[in-house]
């Protein structure tokens, strides 16, 4: 069974840093991603990595700030969160895929619980 668990989520102040883990069980896949939903928003890509090479994409809003990364002998993909705004506030998913689409396509196939993250200001 595939499962996408984060962890890493809290209530920071900005300025602040926080890394989102997304540990995957059962396999491994081509594509992760990270994805946000604020309250009364769409969800939004945030950041996207593929698994070989390491390539990696991210979302004008965040480029600068958020590192995207994974750990192959851990099957996990980190998303390091620093100089966090307000704005950044939301519902942090992650999201897996075998498909080789462009990272910021959110058509996925697995996605995670969901982790919250709250900036104050």
């Known amino acids: 069974q595939v499962q996408l668990v984060e962890s890493g989520g809290g209530l920071v102040q900005a300025g602040d840093s926080l890394r989102l883990s997304c540990a995957a069980s059962?396999?491994?896949?081509?594509?992760y991603a990270w994805f946000r939903q604020a309250p009364g928003k769409e969800r939004e890509f945030v950041a996207g990595?593929?698994?070989?090479?390491?390539?990696?994409f991210y979302a004008h809003s965040v480029k600068g700030r958020f590192t995207i990364s994974r750990d192959n002998a851990k099957n996990t993909v980190y998303l390091q969160m620093n100089s966090l705004k307000p704005e950044d506030t939301a519902t942090y998913y992650c999201?897996?895929?075998?498909?080789?689409?462009?990272?910021?396509?959110?058509?996925?196939?697995?996605w995670g619980q969901g982790t919250q993250v709250t900036v104050s200001s």
């Open positions: 990595i593929r698994w070989t090479g390491g390539t990696t």
């Open positions: 059962g396999r491994t896949f081509s594509r």
């Open positions: 999201a897996a895929r075998y498909r080789l689409r462009p990272l910021e396509n959110p058509d996925y196939d697995y």
